[in-house]
T-cell receptor
């Protein structure tokens, strides 16, 4: 089944403790992206990647890092999480041309 | 500056009636528009799209209308069903694999 898989689904952590949210897609998509969803703000793009070893900042990249060492994986790294990064995070991937984004089921992160 | 705007945070509609969700955009370079539907605890799923060379695209109960001169698109759901209750995001992009820009979403409630 074609899908985008994020782990973990839920994560509670403390300020300053490094964490990684993994994302994997099995559709051989070149484009991958991370979004965060916050009440009243909709979906805001954090980082995206057009291909392996190519990453670019989205609208809200501060406090986040990503890597794209292989096509299927696009982990989101929070080196020193802060409470304002408490949010619902979505990974997504997209094929060539005008094809729609496929989203994972989300990771709800709470930073205390 | 918001490039994609959904000015109604919520909408309530009686079952069987028409739901109309609106979206405005400011970037005249956008040429591909999509609607996503999101249930709680799930990632957004693609619903319907339209390219700027068309003014209407229909898929079953769902129709998207595009008015390029007004930079406005709308999603019509007829007839509305309780299972349509969800948050609907409008999104837009330019040519090639340019990042999708999302609106803040409209929460649709279909009342039985």
């Amino acid at each position: 089944e074609a899908q985008v898989t994020q782990n973990p689904r839920y994560l509670i952590t403390v300020t300053g403790k490094k964490l990684t949210v993994t994302c994997s897609q099995n559709m051989n998509h070149e484009y991958m992206s991370w979004y965060r969803q916050d009440p009243g703000l909709g979906l805001r793009q954090i980082y995206y990647s057009m291909n392996v070893e190519v990453t670019d900042k989205g609208d809200v990249p501060e406090g986040y890092k990503v890597s794209r060492k292989e096509k299927r994986n696009f982990p989101l790294i929070l080196e020193s999480p802060s409470p304002n990064q408490t949010s619902l995070y979505f990974c997504a991937s997209m094929g060539q041309g005008n094809s729609p984004l496929h989203f994972g089921n989300g990771t709800r992160l709470t930073v205390t | 500056d918001q490039q994609v705007k959904q000015n109604s945070p919520s909408l309530s509609v009686q079952e069987g009636r028409i739901s109309i969700l609106n979206c405005d955009y400011t970037n005249s370079m956008f040429d591909y528009f999509l609607w996503y539907k999101k249930y709680p605890a799930e990632g957004p799923t693609f619903l319907i799209s339209i390219s700027s060379i068309k003014d209407k695209n229909e898929d079953g109960r769902f129709t998207v209308f595009l008015n390029k001169s007004a930079k406005h698109l709308s999603l019509h759901i007829v007839p509305s069903q309780p299972g349509d209750s969800a948050v609907y995001f409008c999104a837009a992009s330019g040519s090639g694999n340019t990042p999708l820009v999302f609106g803040k979403g409209t929460r649709l409630s279909v009342i039985a």
